[in-house]
């Protein structure tokens, strides 16, 4: 068994939560982009649609 002091323990959880917060940048940057790649094809056939 592993004795992890307070202060290491910290550091640990603070490093994985870092990660977490960089996966849901990542996440919602890829949304971003997703989303700015979509829009315009999607403008466009609401505009067809409307001629």
Do not use: G, N, W
Not at 34 to 48: D, F, G, I, M, R
Request: aromatic share 10%.
């Amino acid at each position: 068994f592993l004795v992890i002091h307070p202060i290491q323990q910290s550091h640990v959880l603070y490093a994985s939560h870092m990660t977490l917060r960089a996966d849901k940048v990542a996440v919602c940057s890829s949304v971003l982009i997703a989303y700015a790649l979509a829009y315009p094809v999607y403008e466009e056939h609401k505009q067809l649609e409307h001629h």
